[in-house]
């Protein structure tokens, strides 16, 4: 087979998925032979993936508080299966905020209602996930009414989350 008879299709790179057409050599000295290369269309589980990851990307700030609990109820179910013995440790560092508080202290200097509110609050918080997170390595993260705690949790943590970055908006306007 001579080299101008010979097809040029080891010559030529094709992208991954991509349709060739190819036309036929032109006649005559040093014409050029054409490959068309036609991608294909996306598919619309493709579509609808990017879609869906671009909208995760854009909100992923708004979407924290769901970041977070997913993450510790995986953490919770990991160490449920291998350390269930860490639920006294986790539930004993979650109520130290609480108990920090109720004792009183020489040292500690009055504060004001809003800071003492402030307090108060993250203290009770801290209690309630460490408690739950307790509950959930030792029980497991879906036993009995774990599972709707968990819900009703992120519910309360995205409300005041909206909350928290509404009120810090309006401080810088």
Do not use: C
């Amino acid at each position: 087979m001579s080299s101008r008879t010979r097809p040029r299709a080891r010559t030529v790179k094709v992208p991954a998925g991509a349709t060739t057409v190819r036309i036929p050599r032109q006649r005559g000295r040093r014409q050029q032979s054409f490959l068309l290369v036609v991608p294909e269309r996306p598919t619309l589980s493709s579509q609808a993936l990017r879609t869906a990851g671009r909208l995760l990307w854009r909100h992923r700030l708004a979407l924290l508080p769901t970041g977070l609990a997913v993450l510790s109820l995986i953490v919770t179910a990991v160490l449920h299966a291998l350390a269930p013995w860490a639920s006294v440790l986790v539930a004993t560092v979650g109520l130290l905020p609480l108990i920090m508080l109720l004792t009183p202290s020489p040292y500690r200097r009055r504060l004001a209602d809003e800071n003492r509110a402030w307090k108060w609050g993250a203290a009770a918080v801290a209690a309630v996930v460490g408690l739950w997170s307790g509950l959930a390595i030792l029980l497991g993260p879906l036993a009995g009414p774990l599972e709707v705690l968990w819900f009703l949790g992120l519910l309360a943590a995205h409300g005041l989350w909206f909350a928290l970055r509404r009120m810090t908006a309006k401080e810088k306007d």
